[in-house]
């Protein structure tokens, strides 16, 4: 008993242990709610702060402070009052600064709280919320952001969950945090709300309509991002969970590029805290309510006022006149500073007014042209629909010009707010008779409707009908007229909109759906394809199935294929479609279309967008698919060029594409798309967009006034064609010029010029020049004046979202562009013109012209961010304004007889601002209770604090001065100045940047500034938006300044031609009358050059005695001459000189070509040693005996001699018994441009020479720098004769090797080279094969060019017979001669080209300025042209000097030198054309012995971009010690397609090997300078003609070999005596037609038939030789030329055969022997030829096309199916064309068959038996064997049936016919 009691007792404790524990686990029954009995009060606050995150900047906000009571109704409905709102504003430093009370927000925002308002509330979910009809949907949003804090959402069984919860914000992503406090009888909530994660956000866009999302990556580069986090406190009472305290923190931050710490935040906070609860019930409302739904913010149906100023709307009238009546009043003369301002609010009243009053203020101000301008306008920038409305009613009655019309429409429908009223206005608007009389007016508005459906129908998923009606009846209407011009319109309004509805009416004007599409033009095709792009976007798997089948299509035109290829990439097509379009490349045969494919695959494979990535790798593995050979494709054929970049980093990127499209019909891009795109924070925006197409205009161009089809050939031709099997003539194309222009994806216009546009166009500009002239003549002489002012652009991106408290939190972009120009233009003619004067007469007409033009441009940017509401506005502004005039006034004299222009104008007598820009950031405070007036502060404040780090070290003396001046007397000219301050103010807490520089013009009294002032936020944090808050200020300014006396006029005076001379020195000397042209020449000869100062320009060199020592260096000179370093001093030692040599010397005029101081082939160690030793440049070298070289020495010489070919040392060329101090590029250059009987010019020299008697022999003692020895000995390939030995010393290792006269008869030379330590040679031509060794081959950089200059002037020795004293003074006479020809100075031999003048006037005097003087000498054998600069001041030596001149084929070179008397700086270049390892090349050379440090410091910042930028092209880079004021560029061609790449710049070498050219370069043989006649610069105007010589085709058959215009080779032996059709014109003129057949008189003998004009030509071999037939009339055999009376056409005898030559009818040129024919064609027969020679469309695998248009299988079948039918019996040709029938039986599909050729194969005719035959390959037709079918010719169309198999038969090709059937 015992027992169970004990048992019992613990059961029962174990179940009451179990049910304590159960209770305990279990959640308090948590139901948030209200009583319905009682009342609950409630303090409500809540605020919103935008600005920085930062502290200590300013921030604008809001905050509302109120009682809220809460009072039941029933169980679930409550009454919500609002007590005593009290509104606050904060414009000030956060947070040093306090709210403010606004009694006026509070007064206007009260009202609408002295209602209840009415909601439902169960289990803490917010039902619908009731309010009284006439509330403000802000005060109703401010309930809903109250309620908002009573949404919670309760799970028993969890404490930690998440949910997608309903909100003011949408449904958003929340987390919800339970804790409870069981022992008080409280539990906290913690609620989080992701704001980036919501299912149906409450936002708003406007603007942003072309912006599309990426699909990748979106959320994480968004530009704004928001968190709401929501503390709740509830306690159990009475049963129920009571709300007691709520605190919601909201975060919006926005971060323009992406920047993790640079972000802009908006805060928002509420606290509800419950004060009192009563037992009450509430009492229902007198005033009706309605519902205004749940929680979710609703946007204002009108939206709000830009935030950039708060207008009342009680009388927009009166308010729209003031504001016209400020704009045009304060603006008649230039733009006031708050024009854009007042614009923008013209533009919100407009927005705000109904059509009546529009009307009524139309009707005021429609007769004043400036007030309606403006109006019109604003109305138009509106976007409502009563200003659409208002410019319907415009066009309907007529008060619009064309013009206004035009910009109206236009800027009404693309800027109009997109909702169902607008559509249907637009729609009707677009139906309006007078818009659709006239094209472009309609286009204009076919195309903005496009854009307002396109906007509409992008809110919603699905697109009205009754929106896409009025395009898709234009698009059957013009498909079933036939317009094309309907036909195009309709299908980019189809592009613009880009609706997957309209898909089905895309399909009719593509050739996949019907066969009636391919009749349709190419152009209307392609701009189907193109309407696809855009609908793609919504629905790419069926745009892509229509388009890969038009792309795999290969009959289709290869310009529609290209086009879809490029959509369908667009579409960004997965790994399984690019795969395909890969497989159709690799089959495809077109070379354009695979070319396009294959580019556009490798661009997009490199492309670094985060949307293309999936694509970019698709491609990247179907590029290894595809053959490399079509990326070796020229640019002949169709490309894709794409260019992108994008940051990671910032999320913004950028990309281009460029799509280049070829057609067969000519050898340029007859297609070119360029567009360009936009990326940032996962968005992307197609921002612009430009195509061009032309068609047939080369025939419009070419078009030759020669009647083709009335010639007698033409119709032989047409007869000839008829023979051959399917032949036609191809399509004229009707010409065309298309041009498109899309801004965001839609475009806004285009225009198409066809033949009729073409033909008026030509007709105006042939026919009425004198009418355009006289027209232009009379406007001048009336004058023109006039003002025009114009917006051209109005921007507006806004972008609303709700904050926690019910108040909107607004980012907005608004930009307004202004232009405006005023011109006053009078002319006068003197003699005056008559009413019917000649156009002849104005060039006998003096000209006067006074004008005064003030064009100017105002761009106005405001951004920002904050609460914006119809009552109040709180943000953040980022103002920005760029105001640039350029005012031009001047009076101009245009005497076009005398050929002088003189043009004067004032100088600066104030300030004028050119360029004016600021920048300001401010907190902005605005409400409408105080309309005009607004708190603004600065968002960095005065004292904010700056980095310490950044703070100046400040010692215990102080700066002189804060800003300098500097001047250079000796280096800039006496008139400028340059000053430059920059000045960093840094107060104790403040950074302001400050920088003024200006540039001074003494000499004009006036000076250009320019002016910053800034102060940003980067020293809080250096991110891109800290730089953009702040203050900046800058500005370009032409201000006066002071001078000695006041100058009235500034004229710049051109004077051009023979009288060029005169002025020059009538300018100098203004008493004396100006030269006549019949003066002496010598006498204005020398007072030109004294009045240039050109003796101290080129003022000769000093002259000393002879001496025994060496010259030190204070008795050095400096070189003066021009092309010499005036910084480099040459001391040299010589021997005793003739007399002849020195008068020699003294008369002698270096050529530029003389004053090199370094070869281009010469190595690199040398340069470097000898600039290192400027002072040892010159060393002694003296001829001496072989025997005072030790044996080391002479074997290094012979070495070096027998590796270089040359035998000779540098002074092997001087004359006997001088003795001439050289420097390197004088004794270089005279070698090379000297032949054997003349003497060497290089004793003439600017350096100190000096004389030495120790020398006395019959040779010469020359010294030269011991580089040049190298090179002579490099360069000279062939001597044979002697020369003596030179010793060249360099640094430490200089030697004087002395010996007698007899080395000069010695055999060979001794050359010594030492270079430091050591040196070695290598060529790129014996020794290129040692180098490869040595280096390798891909180390290009180390071969050395070699100069093609050099090697045809090679420096030549002087036989030792010849050296003696007489010969000596006969060559000194002759090198005087040769000085005289090539004058240093070219004033010496020519006069003036042009003389210009720069004149400050005083009194009508000229006192001083700029001279710019010009000489050429362009015909003469050394093409070359002088430009000297000089300040006219008397005290100024300050001059520019620029010498250009073109010294052989091979050669050219220029320098430019400056600073007093040109001596103090220099730059000087050459062009060398030459060989690189082996191949033809071209060296650029820049060298700068001196430059001023400004010009040093923009070229080292400059420099620093080189390698990264060669690195980003590919270049390899090596380390290396060049030259240091040196750079070189040498472009080595290594295939036409191909070349080698090094640039050698001071420290580093950059090189390339194999860069692919984009068009093929001719390669041949060089020819030699001496064969060109001058001008010799017509070889570098020949090069682009050689170039484009290279591109013509060339046709050729030799032997039985066939060369195509393609460049196909293959071999045919031709059927005995059938003319074949060699080349023929196909188009419809048939202007030419080339036959060929075998002759039969010798093995490979040919003759030809040709067809042109009015001749038919024969030309056959007559015992061996040629007899020319024209018209049937016989030739002379030898010696002929024949000229066509009536057609251009020439015919004579070249290299043993004729020559035909008729440009005019297509053939270049034709040459005919006998065995070969060579036919060369124009490039603008591109496409249009055919016959054997092909279709010259560079479609080489194509090439084999016959008549009919297919494809022959092998050259047989392609030969035979040109040849030309003969009838019977009456030709010589046997052989015509048949179908067969295979002889043998096949099985196809398992019947038995008997098969016919789809083919034509040769046969003989009947009556005659095949002697010869060869195997062909033709396709066969097969049908069952019990079919009756059989071959009958002409009847049984076999090649329109399907091929079945191919196999081989025997075609006929010789026939003997002894029994020939004549009837056949």
């Known amino acids: 008993m015992s027992g169970r009691v004990l048992f019992a007792f613990t059961m029962r404790g174990i179940i009451l242990a179990l049910t304590l524990t159960l209770v305990g686990s279990q959640k308090f029954d948590i139901d948030p709610g209200f009583s319905s009995r009682k009342s609950y009060l409630y303090s409500y606050e809540g605020w919103v702060l935008s600005g920085l995150q930062e502290k200590n900047v300013a921030k604008a906000g809001l905050r509302l402070s109120c009682k809220l009571e809460i009072s039941g109704l029933s169980d679930n409905t409550y009454l919500l009052k609002i007590r005593s709102p009290q509104f606050e504003e904060y414009n000030g430093i956060w947070p040093r600064d306090s709210f403010t009370r606004s009694s006026k927000i509070t007064q206007i925002v009260s009202s609408c709280f002295a209602q209840p308002f009415k909601f439902e509330y169960s289990s803490g979910r917010v039902g619908d919320i009731y309010g009284p009809e006439d509330s403000a949907e802000m005060c109703i949003n401010i309930v809903r ?68 999302p990426c699909p990748a990556d979106v959320m994480k580069g968004r530009l704004t991002k928001g968190t709401s986090a929501f503390t709740f406190k509830l306690k159990q009472s009475d049963g129920s969970t009571l709300i007691t305290e709520v605190v919601s923190q909201q975060v919006h931050e926005i971060s323009p590029l992406s920047e993790p710490t640079g972000v802009a935040v908006t805060e928002a906070g509420q606290h509800l805290t419950l004060l009192e609860v009563r037992s009450e019930r509430g009492s229902p409302s007198d005033v009706p309510l309605q519902s205004y739904g749940g929680l979710r913010y609703r946007f204002p149906e009108v939206l709000p006022q830009m935030p950039l100023q708060l207008i009342k709307t009680k009388n927009p009238e009166q308010r729209i006149e003031e504001t016209l009546q400020h704009i045009v009043s304060n603006n008649q003369q230039d733009f006031h500073d708050d024009v854009p301002y007042r614009f923008l609010e013209l533009v919100q009243l407009c927005r705000i007014t109904s059509t009546d009053t529009l009307e009524s203020i139309w009707r005021q101000y429609s007769d004043k042209p400036r007030y309606r301008r403006w109006l019109l306008s604003a109305v138009s920038a509106a976007g409502t629909t009563e200003a659409l409305k208002f410019i319907q009613t415009r066009i309907r009655n007529d008060d619009l010009n064309y013009l206004q019309t035009l910009l109206s429409v236009s800027f009404a429908l693309h800027l109009a707010k997109a909702d169902e009223h607008t559509v249907s206005v637009a729609a009707d608007l677009i139906t309006d008779p007078r818009i659709q009389k006239s094209p472009m007016i309609q286009q204009v508005a076919f195309l903005g409707y496009s854009s307002v459906v396109n906007r509409y129908c992008s809110q919603s998923s699905a697109c009205p009908k009754e929106a896409l009606q009025p395009i898709h009846d234009l698009a059957d209407e013009a498909i079933s007229k036939g317009r094309e011009d309907k036909m195009k319109l309709a299908l980019k309004c189809i592009g613009n909109i880009g609706e997957p509805a309209s898909i089905k009416r895309v399909t009719k004007f593509l050739p996949i759906s019907s066969t009636s599409a391919s009749d349709i033009p190419i152009h209307i095709q392609i701009d189907a394809i193109m309407a696809l792009r855009k609908i793609a976007w919504k629905d790419p798997k069926t745009v892509q199935g229509y388009l890969i089948q038009i792309l795999a299509d290969q009959s289709l035109p290869p310009e529609v294929r290209m086009m879809a290829c490029a959509v369908i990439f667009e579409t960004r097509p997965a790994l399984p479609l690019v795969t395909t379009i890969a497989n159709v490349a690799m089959k495809e045969r077109n070379l354009q279309v695979a070319s396009f494919v294959y580019s556009h695959m490798k661009a997009l494979s490199k492309s670094r967008l985060p949307y293309m990535y999936n694509t970019s790798s698709a491609c990247n ?11 070796w494709l020229s640019y002949r054929y ?7 970049t994008y940051s990671d980093a910032y999320k913004v990127g950028a990309a281009a594409d460029v799509f280049v499209m070829n057609s067969p019909g000519t050898m340029f891009p007859s297609a070119i798309i360029s567009k360009l795109m936009a990326l940032s924070a996962g968005s992307v925006a197609d921002l612009v967009e430009v195509g061009v197409r032309v068609e047939g205009l080369t025939d419009v161009i070419m078009k030759q006034n020669i009647p083709f089809a009335e010639y007698p050939t033409y119709k032989k031709i047409k007869e000839i064609g008829k023979t051959l099997l399917g032949w036609k003539e191809l399509p004229t194309e009707s010409p065309l010029i298309s041009v498109y222009f899309k801004v965001f994806g839609q475009e806004l216009g285009y225009i198409n010029i066809d033949k009729e546009v073409l033909e008026q166009v030509t007709k105006a500009v042939t026919s009425d020049q004198d009418t355009v002239i006289k027209r232009i003549a009379s406007q001048i002489r009336s004058g023109i004046a006039g003002q025009w002012t114009q917006p051209v652009w109005v921007g507006e991106l806004r972008h609303i979202i709700p904050t926690c408290t019910g108040l909107p939190l607004e980012y907005g972009a608004y930009t307004t562009a202004l232009a405006r120009a005023a011109a006053q233009v009078d002319g006068k003619v003197t003699p005056p013109l008559t009413g019917d004067f000649r156009p002849s007469q104005l060039l006998e007409s003096t000209v006067q012209i006074r004008s005064d033009i003030n064009p100017s441009f ?28 350029v005012p031009v006034k001047f009076d101009a004299k245009i005497d076009v007889k005398q050929k002088n222009i003189k043009i004067e104008t004032n100088p600066s007598r104030e300030e004028t601002e050119i360029v004016v820009g600021s920048h300001r950031a401010f907190a902005v405070s605005r409400n409408i209770g105080e309309v005009g007036v607004e708190k603004k502060t600065s968002i960095l404040p005065g004292d904010a604090s700056s980095n310490i780090a950044e703070e100046p070290f400040k010692s215990s003396e102080k700066a002189s001065s804060e800003g300098f001046t500097m001047q250079g007397a000796d280096s800039v000219p006496r008139k400028q100045t340059y000053s430059s301050q920059e000045n960093l103010h840094r107060g104790s807490e403040r950074k302001i ?27 809080i944090k250096n991110t891109y938006l800290h730089r953009l808050i702040g203050d900046r200020d800058a500005k370009i300014t032409l201000k006066p300044v002071q001078t000695d006396a006041d100058i009235d006029k500034i004229q710049l005076e051109i004077q051009a031609g023979s009288r060029a001379a005169s002025k020059i020195i009538h300018m100098v000397n203004p008493e004396s009358e100006e030269e006549d042209e019949s003066s002496p020449y010598e006498e204005v000869q020398a007072k030109l050059k004294k009045i240039l100062g050109m003796e101290s320009v080129f003022k000769a060199p000093n002259k000393t005695r002879h001496r025994k020592k060496q010259p030190s260096k204070k008795e050095t000179t400096m070189l003066t001459e021009l092309g010499t370093d005036p910084d480099t001093k040459e001391p040299s030692v010589s021997s005793s000189v003739s007399s002849s040599v020195s008068s020699s010397a003294s008369s002698s005029a270096a050529s530029p070509d003389h004053k090199k101081a370094v070869a281009e082939d010469e190595n690199d160690q040398i340069k470097q040693a000898r600039n290192k030793d400027a002072s040892s440049k010159s060393s002694s070298s003296k001829s001496s005996s072989s025997s005072k070289s030790s044996s080391k020495n002479r074997s290094k010489s012979s070495r070096s001699s027998e590796s270089s070919g040359s035998n000779e040392s540098s002074g092997s060329s001087k004359s006997s018994g001088s003795s001439e101090s050289s420097d390197s590029s004088k004794s270089n250059d005279s070698s090379k441009s000297n032949d054997s009987s003349k003497s060497n010019d290089s004793s003439k020299r600017s350096g100190s020479s000096k004389r030495s008697g120790s020398s006395k022999r019959s040779g010469s003692s020359k010294s030269s720098d011991s580089s040049k020895s190298s090179d002579s000995s490099k360069s000279n390939d062939n001597s044979k004769s002697s020369s003596s030995s030179s010793h060249h010393s360099h640094g430490h290792h200089s030697r004087h090797l002395n010996g007698s006269s007899s080395s000069s008869s010695k055999s060979s030379s001794i050359s010594h080279h030492s270079h430091g330590h050591h040196s070695r040679h290598l060529e790129d031509g014996s020794s290129s094969s040692i180098y490869s060794k040595i280096w390798g081959e891909d180390e290009i950089y180390r071969y050395h060019f070699k100069s093609a200059h050099r090697q045809e002037f090679p420096k030549r020795k002087i036989p030792a017979d010849k050296i003696s004293g007489t010969h000596s003074s006969t060559r000194s006479s002759h090198s005087s001669s040769r000085a005289a020809s090539w004058p240093k100075f070219l004033g010496d031999i020519k006069a003036p080209e042009l003389a210009v003048f720069l004149h400050r006037i005083r009194d009508n005097k000229k006192i001083g300025g700029l001279q710019l003087v010009v000489y050429t000498d362009i015909d003469s054998v050394k093409p070359r042209i002088q430009m000297f600069v000089s300040n006219l001041t008397d005290s100024s030596k300050w001059k520019l000097c620029a010498d250009a001149s073109v010294l052989n084929a091979h050669k050219a070179a220029a320098y430019l030198k400056w600073g ?45 971009f080189i390698p990264g930028a060669a690195f980003m092209l590919g270049f390899s880079e090596k380390r290396d010690k060049n030259p240091s004021r040196q750079a ?20 580093v070498i950059l090189y390339e090997k194999a860069m692919r050219l984009p068009l093929s370069l001719p390669v041949g043989s060089r020819i030699p300078a001496s064969e060109l006649q001058p001008p010799i610069w017509n070889v570098f105007a020949e090069g682009p003609a050689a170039v484009i010589e290279n591109w013509k085709a060339r046709c050729s058959v030799s032997h039985n070999t066939i060369s195509t215009f393609n460049g196909v080779q293959f071999n045919y032996t031709m059927p005995e005596n059938c003319y074949h059709i060699l080349a023929q014109d196909c188009s419809s003129d048939l202007k030419f037609l080339v036959m060929m057949r075998s002759a039969g008189e010798g093995v490979n003998t040919k003759a030809i038939n040709i067809k042109l004009g009015s001749h038919d030509i024969d030309v056959h071999p007559v015992n061996g030789q040629l007899k020319l037939l024209i018209d049937g009339v016989a030739s002379p055999i030898t010696d002929v030329s024949y000229v066509s009376p009536d057609a251009p056409l020439w015919i004579h005898s070249e290299k043993q055969g004729l020559v035909l030559v008729a440009p005019a009818y297509g053939i270049d040129k034709l040459h005919f022997d006998g065995n070969t024919v060579k036919i060369q064609v124009a490039l603008w027969m591109a496409g249009k030829t055919c016959g054997i020679c092909g279709k010259y469309d560079a479609e080489w695998e194509q090439e084999y096309r016959m008549p009919n248009g297919y494809l022959a299988k092998d050259a047989a079948s392609f030969g035979h199916s040109w040849i030309l039918e003969e009838k019977p019996c009456r030709g010589a040709c046997k052989l015509r064309r048949s179908f067969v029938k295979l002889e043998k039986t096949v099985q196809l599909v398992g019947v038995e068959s008997k098969c016919y050729s789809t083919e034509p194969v040769l046969r003989c005719m009947k009556g005659c038996s095949a002697t010869k035959t060869t195997p062909v390959t033709v396709g066969f037709h097969c049908l069952p064997a019990d079919s009756a079918t059989s071959v009958t010719d002409k009847q049984t169309k076999f090649d329109q049936k399907s091929e079945d198999m191919k196999d081989t038969v025997d075609a006929h090709i010789a026939c003997s016919c002894e029994n020939e059937d004549c009837s056949a």
């Open 145 to 212: 952001g109250i309620l908002n804090m009573l949404q919670i959402t309760i799970k028993k069984a969890q404490n930690v969950y998440e949910l997608q919860e309903a909100g003011i914000g949408g449904v958003c992503h929340t987390r919800y945090v339970i804790q409870e406090d069981r022992k008080n009888s409280r539990v906290s909530v913690t609620k989080t709300v992701d704001q980036n994660n919501c299912q149906e956000k409450a936002k708003k866009s406007i603007g942003m309509a072309y912006i599309y």
């Open 993 to 1019: 940047q400050k920088q003024d520089i200006c540039a001074k013009l003494h000499n004009f009294g006036s000076q250009i500034c320019f002016s910053r002032r800034s102060r940003d936020a980067s020293f």
């Open 638 to 644: 169709s490309k894709v060029v794409h260019i992108g």
């Open 1528 to 1547: 070189r560029v040498i472009v080595a061609l290594t295939s036409p397609r191909t070349c080698d790449v090094v640039i050698k710049l001071p420290d």
């Open 1460 to 1504: 007093r008397n040109c001596q103090d700086y220099k730059i000087s270049t050459e062009l060398v054309t030459g060989r690189f390892a082996a191949h033809p090349a071209v060296q650029a050379k820049l060298e700068w012995p001196k430059v001023p440090s400004s010009v040093r410091s923009i070229g080292e910042w400059f420099y620093k």
């Open 858 to 885: 105002y761009v106005y940017t405001v951004a920002t961010m904050g609460v914006n509401t119809e009552y109040f506005q709180h943000t953040v502004e980022i103002q920005g304004k760029v105001l640039t005039r």
């Open 621 to 631: 593995i179907a590029l290894k698919l595809l053959a490399p050979k079509l990326d």
